[in-house]
Nanobody
Framework: QVQLQESGPGLVKPSQMFSLTCTVS??????????WSWVRQPPGEALEWMGS???????YYSPRLKSRTSISRDTSKNQFSLQLNSVTPEDTATYYC?????????????????????YGPGTRVTVSS
């Protein structure tokens, strides 16, 4: 059974950056034809895909967030991470890491995975001064 656990700061000031880390157990992030993704859900809104890193290290990003987002991984720790820059209060959300299918690319744009198989419990990040 694959398990994911997010960790990171709970409160961030506007214009700053934050990083979240997802620790994976029960499976390797480098095996299987899967992608490891970050999704978020602002209060009262739908889930939003932010980006993914596939088993082979290829990264995919939501066009809307691409300029502010970076996803990386540490294979020795079986972890992958999200960095979000220049945050505003609109980035307040519960952030989830997930395993799912691999995104597709249409021209210059990456498209969210079709499905997710496992999610972490989520971590709330509040952007406020």
């Amino acid at each position: 059974q694959v398990q994911l656990q997010e960790s990171g700061p709970g409160l961030v000031k506007p214009s700053q950056m934050f990083s979240l880390t997802c620790t994976v157990s029960g499976g390797s992030i480098t095996t299987g034809y899967y992608a490891w993704s970050w999704v978020r859900q602002p209060p009262g809104e739908a889930l939003e895909w932010m980006g993914s890193i596939s088993y082979d290290g290829t990264t995919y990003y939501s066009p809307r967030l691409k300029s502010r987002t970076s996803i990386s991984r540490d294979t020795s720790k079986n972890q992958f991470s999200l960095q979000l820059n220049s945050v505003t209060p609109e980035d307040t959300a519960t952030y989830y890491c997930a395993r799912g299918s691999i995104p597709t690319t249409w021209g210059d744009y990456d498209v969210a995975p079709e499905e997710y198989h496992y999610y972490g419990p989520g971590t709330r990040v509040t952007v406020s001064s």
